[in-house]
């Protein structure tokens, strides 16, 4: 499974992105994807993760303004991102798992600043 990341940017306090994530390879047997966040000197935190059955599941700071989201083929995760602040500054990861096995993509920086 290969994961590439796009859609991270410069954004001022209250504007939006949309990060996405293409997934390549055999996907099949793909249970869970999800959206990490890493800021300097903090350790790598899930922001929202989905499941193959559809269910969400978002970090108390971002409920409300951040939705995953996934196509029925698993190609693609989306981390649709509202009402952004500066504490969303991180780079951002998302995450397939597969049997087990953990796949991560290459980051994505998300700046919100004015």
């Known amino acids: 499974v290969q994961l590439q990341a796009s859609g991270g940017g410069l954004v001022q306090p209250g504007g939006s992105l949309r990060l996405s994530c293409a997934a390549s390879?055999?996907?099949?047997?793909?249970?869970?994807m999800a959206w990490y966040r890493q800021s300097p000197g903090k350790e790598r935190e899930l922001v929202a993760s989905?499941?193959?059955?559809?269910?969400?599941i978002y970090v108390d700071s971002v409920k409300g303004r951040f939705t995953i989201s996934t196509d029925n083929y698993k190609t693609t995760l989306d981390l649709q991102m509202n009402s952004l602040k500066p504490d969303d500054t991180a780079v951002y990861y998302c995450?397939?798992?597969?049997?087990?096995?953990?796949?991560w993509g290459k980051g994505t920086q998300v700046t919100v600043s004015s």
């Open positions: 989905i499941t193959s059955s559809g269910r969400t």
């Open positions: 390879g055999d996907i099949l047997g793909v249970d869970f």
């Open positions: 995450n397939f798992k597969k049997y087990g096995r953990y796949y």
